[in-house]
Each structure stands twice: as C-alpha cells, then as structure tokens.
C-alpha cells in the first residue's frame, strides 16, 4: 500500500519510478496549413536545443500540410548540405537519447516511388563523464517515410550530433530523458507524501500494538 502510494506522489510531479523524466519532442507546436515551408534558426522545447553549425540563417524548415515534403507530421529538417546538427539541453546538463524518427526528404524521380537506400547517418554523443559514443545506421525507407531509430549506449550525454549529406532529411519524435531533479514545490508535494505513508504506519502500529 505504502509503495503504490510513494508511486502516485513520485506521478503526480512528472517522476516515473527510476527518477527519470522521459519527454518526445514532436514538433507539433510548428505544425502549420498550406504548402509553405518556414524557415528557423534554433529550436528549443521542454528545455532541449536544436543547433546547427551553418552560418545560414536558413538553419532548418518546418512544412505545412499540403507541402511536398510533409510526411503526414510536423518534423524538423536540417536545410544545409554537409551540415552538423547538434542536440543539447538547454542549461547544459545532462540526458539520455532513446530513438528519434528520420526521414528521407528530397522526392524521389521514380513514379510510383520505390524504396532508396538512405545515406548512411552517423550520430556522436559526447559523454558526460568524459569520451564519445557512436551509434550509425544504415537504412532503406520510402520518400518521406519516418523510420525509428533506436540509440544503445547514448546515456548521460551534454550534446548529441549528426550530420546530413544528399539527400536532405527530416526528423521527428525525438524521445529524451533527464535524471529528475525535484523542484521545491515538487519536494513539498513528496514529503506530503512521506508525511501520510508515515502517518499510516504510526495508526497502524497503534492499531496493532491495541489489539495486542
């Protein structure tokens, strides 16, 4: 009882039960109507940071709905040739990447499209505690199709980056995680919590030291 009650508290302030905070950027606050495509400098959501080492102004794109390069979602494309991009967190901390949905942009010249091997994607995390980690995939996907990529070793992490060749591509459902770190409110709401698991046990040791 005691535990299922430690776990509503840890919820109710956005910790699940190893303290970490998992968070999927999807872009959905740039989603847009009409064939345009608008273009940004940095993206930053839920403390995270999308960068790019271009000198461009023209770092990145977001399409809107009837847009050739729309994949059905709202996604972020790097818009410059044999640029870096660069995720980090905002205060300079570190986090965990999970996976992140890539997809081919440029249309293909075949009609009706067929399948393309994508370029292959190298992705670079520098470590925390010192060092880089790599993961590359190797990957065939129909014009503008999102296939997941799942990342193995890229935990506690300050930045992460990847590059792009031709073709262009475009990314989505980006799932990070944090180490969660209360803040005051969040501490107050679980020693609330505590105060009441302590409680239960005085009454229930009362109640059974009665009967006894």
């Known amino acids: 009882m005691y535990r299922i009650l430690l776990f509503a508290v840890l919820a109710t302030i956005g910790i699940d039960a190893r303290g970490a905070i998992t968070t999927t950027i999807d872009f959905d606050d740039l989603s847009q109507s009409g064939d345009v495509a608008t273009p940004?400098?940095?993206y930053s959501f839920d403390g995270y940071t999308f960068d790019n080492d271009t000198a461009s102004t023209l770092r990145f794109e977001t399409y809107g709905d009837m847009h050739e390069n729309y994949a059905g979602t709202t996604a972020l494309s790097p818009k410059q040739v044999n640029s870096?991009?660069?995720l980090s967190r905002s205060d300079t901390t570190e986090f965990d990447l999970?996976?992140?949905d890539i997809a081919r942009l440029s249309p293909s010249v075949n009609d009706p499209p067929t399948p393309v091997t994508f370029t292959d994607m190298t992705f670079i995390g520098v470590l925390?505690?010192?060092g880089t980690v790599t993961n590359k995939f190797t990957f065939t996907v129909n014009d503008n199709e999102f296939e997941e990529l799942t990342?193995?070793?890229f935990s506690s992490v300050t930045s992460v980056s990847w590059g792009q060749n031709s073709p262009f591509h475009q990314f989505d459902n980006v799932v990070?995680?944090?180490t969660a770190v209360p803040e005051p409110t969040s501490l107050a709401f679980l020693a609330v919590g505590f105060g009441v698991m302590g409680v239960r046990r005085v009454r229930s040791k009362r109640?059974?030291?009665a009967l006894a």
Do not use: E
């Open 128 to 130: 925390a505690g010192g």
């Open 98 to 100: 999970i996976s992140i």
């Open 40 to 42: 940004l400098a940095t």
């Open 84 to 86: 870096i991009t660069t």
């Open 207 to 209: 109640f059974a030291n």
């Open 176 to 178: 990070v995680q944090v």
């Open 151 to 153: 990342f193995s070793g």
